[in-house]
């Protein structure tokens, strides 16, 4: 009785110096076996119980250095350069929407004219999302994410019977749509070491989400969707959460998978067909279809390094339609210079590598899934409009994000950004319970001293 006051004792003083709470059920868990392993030591050698373990808590050593370095073990991982990446993207936004208003000033455009009053106004709501987000404990999906999922449904619902349709498609449906992403990945989880079982119902689960996004409708949206459930659904294979042959597990996932984007592609609209003849044929139609991707590849190639440039004698904004939404980067290309537009790229494309380098070595096995879908649906928003705007006429996933309008879009990248970097930031906080994984353990006792890894959170297989 008197040992186990003096071990609580113990683990009582390390934990008070350990701010993140809840690591300390884990850390008083692991401590104690140390302990019972070095009293078990004592007792084979004919030592009382007390005194047992009295000697095993003294060898553990100090409890406040232990405390102290458990602490620096378990403190959230701040990225100081992402989230810098992050706040002057958001100036460049503010920048491109001041572009905008200038523009309007002078042409006359009352929409223009309001941009970027307009961004003042919803740039704080953005960041008020973003850190939200970033503060989110995102283990909560994983535990509930069957209530996500049903709430999710009802939400799809209600914006069904409520949201105004606008040229023939729902208004707020898109971004609601998107939240699946985050959900699925807790599914996916959920659904671990049920064999082909588990991936044929992660197949079905994502049923629901494709029917509501085909009668939004949005093409894109059913394809951003479908391909980055997919890139979860394939992780999790690959990574073993399935506990089965890696082959079999992948045919189950792309053979209906293919034939589904096949009866997609059978229901397009004639506008959208227009759109997929112009991809395979670049150079047709100038004054069609083709008439678009021309003038962008017209303002790539005339760009100068500074400056704006105009197009038989006219400036951009009577030609490009809609140049503060799907076509900004190109409109930045052709107003400031290709000098700053890919200044601006090359920050998206850092923020980029470092969201992948977050997510390739992500050792919780949940966290790299949320980590996944987040980045793949920036990615492809980023890489579609990229091809989009330098006139390589494709399916656009969203628009350029920081670069265009849009409070919707805004918000929704920014809560993004703050998930996977809430993952990033726990990284030394939540424990993998996922048997497949390499579990990394902060706390060794070798030799009779206490070895505590004071790692920077990236794990490696051993």
């Given at each position: 009785m008197k040992g186990n006051h003096h071990e609580n004792t113990f683990l009582d003083a390390v934990c008070s110096l350990i701010k993140v709470k809840a690591v300390h059920k884990n850390i008083r868990k692991e401590l104690r076996a140390h302990i019972d392993d070095q009293k078990q030591?004592?007792?084979?050698?004919?030592?009382?119980?007390?005194?047992?373990?009295?000697?095993?808590?003294?060898?553990?050593?100090?409890?406040?250095?232990?405390?102290?370095?458990?602490?620096?073990?378990?403190?959230?991982?701040?990225?100081?350069?992402?989230?810098?990446?992050?706040?002057?993207?958001?100036?460049v936004s503010g920048v491109m929407q001041y572009v905008f208003t200038m523009v309007g000033t002078h042409s006359g455009d009352d929409l223009l004219m309001s941009l970027f009053r307009n961004f003042l106004l919803y740039a704080p709501i953005g960041v008020l999302v973003f850190t939200v987000a970033y503060f989110f404990d995102y283990t909560l999906i994983k535990k509930h994410a069957w209530k996500c999922y049903m709430a999710y449904l009802l939400v799809m619902a209600v914006i069904f019977g409520t949201s105004p349709a606008i040229n023939g498609a729902l208004a707020d449906a898109k971004y609601a749509a998107l939240l699946f992403v985050p959900v699925y990945a807790g599914l996916v989880y959920d659904f671990r070491n049920k064999g082909y079982s588990g991936i044929i119902f992660s197949g079905i689960v994502l049923v629901p989400a494709v029917v509501f996004t085909i009668l939004i409708p949005s093409a894109s949206t059913v394809l951003l969707i479908i391909c980055t459930c997919l890139a979860i659904l394939t992780s999790a294979i690959k990574k073993g959460y399935f506990s089965c042959n890696i082959i079999v597990g992948l045919a189950?996932?792309?053979?209906?998978?293919?034939?589904?984007?096949?009866?997609?592609?059978?229901?397009?609209?004639?506008?959208?067909?227009?759109?997929?003849?112009?991809?395979?044929?670049?150079?047709?139609?100038?004054?069609?279809?083709?008439?678009?991707?021309?003038?962008?590849?017209?303002?790539?190639?005339?760009?100068?390094?500074?400056?704006?440039?105009?197009?038989?004698?006219?400036?951009?904004?009577?030609?490009?339609?809609?140049?503060?939404?799907d076509l900004s980067f190109a409109f930045m290309i052709g107003k400031l210079g290709y000098i700053p537009a890919l200044a601006a790229v090359a920050l998206i494309f850092f923020l980029l590598y470092k969201l992948y380098r977050f997510t390739k070595h992500q050792r919780n096995s949940f966290g790299r899934l949320v980590s996944l879908g987040g980045l793949c649906i920036i990615f492809m928003q980023v890489i579609s409009a990229l091809l989009f705007n330098t006139g390589v006429y494709t399916i656009v996933f969203g628009i350029p994000p920081f670069l265009s309008y849009g409070a919707k879009q805004f918000a929704f990248t920014m809560g993004l950004l703050g998930l996977i970097l809430s993952v990033r930031r726990r990284t030394n906080i939540v424990e993998d319970t996922f048997t497949k994984t390499h579990r990394t353990t902060f706390i060794t006792f070798e030799q009779g001293k206490i070895i505590i890894d004071r790692g920077s959170g990236l794990s490696k297989k051993p």
């Open positions: 030591a004592y007792r084979a050698k004919g030592i009382s119980e007390e005194e047992a373990a009295a000697k095993a808590i003294e060898q553990m050593g100090d409890p406040l250095q232990i405390g102290k370095e458990l602490n620096e073990a378990h403190k959230p991982l701040v990225e100081w350069p992402v989230l810098f990446t992050i706040a002057i993207l958001t100036v189950i996932v792309y053979v209906p998978a293919i034939m589904t984007i096949m009866l997609l592609l059978l229901t397009l609209r004639s506008y959208q067909t227009a759109r997929l003849v112009s991809m395979l044929t670049q150079y047709a139609d100038p004054m069609g279809a083709g008439y678009l991707p021309e003038l962008l590849r017209t303002i790539v190639t005339n760009a100068k390094p500074f400056g704006e440039i105009l197009i038989e004698n006219q400036p951009l904004e009577q030609l490009m339609p809609a140049p503060h939404v």
